[in-house]
């Protein structure tokens, strides 16, 4: 039966290259390979060093010259390392080449993030759809998993007198795998499509209620899962970790001024993240797509904060969501200085700062969510005969009723009801405010 190779589970110690081709890159090359670092720690590999490599130009079989090849696997070896992790994405015929010439387990930066996110999914979407990206990335690289298969060869049949007729060869082993990894493959797509229908349905049934609907986006670990805590006191797994939520989470929330929001919290990004793996999560990022805004978190405390900005930015117009409204947000301002602020401002003007471990600017964001969805709804004074107890059961279902007050012999109510409902209570308002 195939099956992927884990292969940075059989490792533990990892040495890192990445390779720059541009003398102007060579700091930004420099913080890939740390973000690497960072990476493969949290799939619980030791980093015994760290290479990182100007090469002139790109070449067919390594990616940069043989002599560094043949300098940097020595290297590797010399600190006892079993892997090698490439920062830069490798070619199948050049991941080959790699570990023929050092006898070392070779593997790059997209299949780090593969096995992070084998790893971290939790649902059966989030596992079906990692599936999906590790057979498309591995199914092309089974050559070089089976080589030691590839000597075979035909025999004479065995008829009377040694001359029956000739045996094919048969199917190798890597034809079989090839054929059983497709054949998942496209097991592998049915399932999901069947997982999609059904949430569809589920975003079907949401919309009966026409609730607004946020989705917070932004780069891996800036906090999205504990800021959907924090807003709507759910219980999401929120880890110092790269990558620590897979699985989108819907949750409701009322803002002070009684209107409800949908809130889903989404997957982080990361700069060079592997095109499949955007297209095997677009069922789940599109959650971005669909909602009315979305809320951005950027991590403050991060010197790279406009970068990864910039990468999640990128990333939403691939999907499509490029012109939705974004209410941007600066988390984690308790850890800078008021230096550190003042730039963040010059490339952040509209942003909103927040902690939300100590609950700083928590309430500014919620004015702000306000506003975003003060055009939707409408906040009314009420009074009713009591024969019109169908509008109070109406202002009850949806939207929000702040007060009744039934002393006089009528309903006296205010609430905050969606605006396309206006007219219906219109007859009987006495006063409105926005």
Avoid at 52 to 67: D, M, N
Avoid at 89 to 101: D, G, K
Avoid at 154 to 178: I, P, S, W, Y
Wanted: proline share 3%; charged share 30%; glycine share 6%.
């Amino acid at each position: 039966m195939f099956d992927v190779r884990e292969k940075p589970q059989q490792v533990e110690r990892a040495f890192l290259i990445g390779a720059y081709f541009d003398r102007r890159r060579k700091e930004e090359a420099q913080a890939l390979l740390d973000e690497l670092g960072e990476l493969v720690r949290t799939l619980g590999i030791t980093i015994v060093g760290s290479q990182l490599v100007f090469a002139r130009e790109h070449t067919a079989r390594y990616l940069i010259g043989s002599g560094k090849t043949k300098e940097l696997t020595e290297q590797a070896k010399a600190l006892q390392a079993d892997c090698i992790v490439w920062d830069n994405e490798l070619s199948p015929a050049q991941q080959r080449a790699w570990e023929t010439e050092g006898d070392i387990c070779v593997i790059d930066r997209h299949e780090v993030i593969l096995d992070i996110f084998n790893m971290r999914a939790r649902t059966r979407e989030a596992r079906l759809q990692v599936e999906l990206a590790r057979l498309e990335y591995s199914i092309p690289r089974l050559t070089r998993m089976w080589a030691h298969l590839d000597r075979q060869g035909g025999g004479a049949g065995g008829g009377k007198g040694g001359a029956g007729a000739a045996r094919g060869e048969g199917e190798t082993q890597l034809e079989t795998d090839r054929r059983l990894a497709h054949q998942r493959l496209d097991r592998v797509k049915a399932e999901l499509e069947d997982v999609r229908r059904v949430r569809d349905t589920m975003r079907k049934e949401r919309s009966r209620v026409p609730l607004p609907h946020a989705a917070i986006v932004g780069y891996t670990n800036a906090g999205k899962s504990s800021l959907l805590n924090k807003l709507t006191a759910a219980d999401v797994l929120a880890e110092n970790k790269l990558f620590a939520t897979l699985d989108t989470t819907t949750r409701r929330m009322e803002l002070p001024d009684g209107q409800s929001l949908l809130v889903t919290d989404t997957v982080g990004f990361v700069r060079n993240l592997p095109h499949d793996l955007v297209q095997s999560f677009r069922a789940t990022l599109e959650e971005a797509v669909l909602a009315d805004f979305l809320i951005h978190v950027v991590d403050a405390s991060s010197p790279e904060a406009l970068k990864f900005y910039q990468t999640t930015t990128q990333v939403l117009g691939e999907l499509g969501a490029g012109d939705k409204r974004v209410l941007l947000v600066l988390n984690k301002v308790d850890l800078v200085d008021d230096t550190r602020l003042t730039e963040l401002w010059r490339d952040f003007p509209d942003a909103v700062p927040v902690s939300v471990k100590t609950g700083q600017g928590i309430d500014n964001l919620l004015h702000c969510l306000h506003d975003f969805m003060i055009d939707r709804v409408v906040r009314l004074e009420l009074d009713l005969p009591l024969d019109r107890m169908d509008l109070v059961a109406l202002a009850h279902q949806e939207g929000k009723v702040l007060a009744e007050d039934y002393e006089t012999g009528r309903a006296h109510v205010q609430c905050v009801v969606p605006k396309r409902l206006e007219n219906r209570f219109a007859p009987f308002a006495i006063g409105r405010k926005t």
